[in-house]
């Protein structure tokens, strides 16, 4: 069965990361011969000079009619300058809102080798397996009524709503117990129940699927504010984690200092089996277009690379080839292989150096 892949290296260092990225993804293509088509084209400010638009409207349709999305980054400050209606379509909120990606997969993985880089002490790391499941279609995020308005006294306000249906959670509850299922069979379901309504529903709903539907794993509740304290201090105590769109947003960066970086951080976005029988999925990085270090060759493309074990994995249904992927960054890492944001004390390579790193080792194996 052949599979499309898109490729959208975006803003700020999306093309550099996403560079390496591809060149692993080939690597693994060619020695496994796997049947991808794999396309790629301009996204966020660089694709505007041309289409006077963030995305044009070939590759919109190729990104829609997509497997799997390979998504580098967008923000900054030359995406932030276009015009609105530059981006109106196309944009990453509104991909993951139109392809109902709701199921967003965030790993936290501690690496014994980083040990140096990370803000856990040595011993904390090495169980930590954390697979953080954030629901991406709603909240916040999504939510009606919001926007700025004026009152009659000339004070404005903002607002936005948080809003969950019972069928929204229903549907990543499931998604969340499935995944527990394949793991460790433990699933912890976090919210502020203890002010929030949504929260209180999210919990009941949670709390009913797990009974009537997956007796064997093991549900427990936690705020997310003692959840944020845990994770920053204890988070080999999770093994699955679900929570809504905002919550995940902001736990899933804690993840960054206990990996060592933003920059060892992949993520997963998916939607249901559609009637083909195939999910469709994005895969990004959790950094983002980090304007800050743009255009120097030092980011570290390892999410990115992690993101196409990723893409491996849950897209082509090939977890051999994966843990392929992933060993050979465990192993570049251990070899003292580092980008400054994971350097601690050794010297520092390139965004280029690293992606060279990990394919020596990868090119060994597969
Ligand atoms: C993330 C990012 C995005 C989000 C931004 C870039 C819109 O922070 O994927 O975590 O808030 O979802
Ligand atoms: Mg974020």
Known sequence: MSHRIMIL?????????????????????????????????????????EYKR?????????????????????????????????????????????????????????????ADASSLKPERLDSVNVLLLRELNGGLYFGQPRGISDTDDGVRFGRNTMVYSELEIERVARFAFELAGARDKRLMSVDKANVLETSRLWREVVTRIGAEEYPGIALDHMFVDNCAMQLAGRPGQFDTIVTENTFGDILSDIGGAVAGSLGMLPSASLSAVGEDGR????????????????????????????????????????????????LAVRSTVGAGVRTPDIAASHPTVSTREMGDAVLQRLAETV
């Open 9 to 49: 290296p975006g803003d700020g260092i999306g093309p550099e990361v996403i560079t390496q990225a591809r060149r692993v993804l080939e690597l693994v293509v060619e020695r496994a011969s796997l049947d991808v088509e794999i396309t790629q084209a301009l996204y966020g400010a660089a694709a505007y000079p």
């Open 279 to 326: 999910r469709k999925a994005l895969y990004e990085p959790v950094h983002g277009s980090a304007p800050d270090i743009t255009g120097q060759g030092i980011a570290n493309p390892l999410a990115a690379i992690l993101c196409v074990a990723m893409l491996l994995r849950h897209s082509l249904e090939r977890a051999d080839l994966a843990a392929e992927v992933e």
């Open 54 to 114: 963030i995305i044009s409207d070939e590759a919109l349709s190729d990104t829609f009619a997509a497997d799997a999305i390979l998504f580098g980054a967008i923000g900054g400050d030359a995406y932030d300058a276009l015009p609105p209606e530059a981006r109106r379509e196309g944009g990453l909120l509104q991909l993951r809102k139109q392809m109902q990606l709701f199921a967003n997969l965030r790993p936290i993985v501690g690496f014994r080798e980083l």
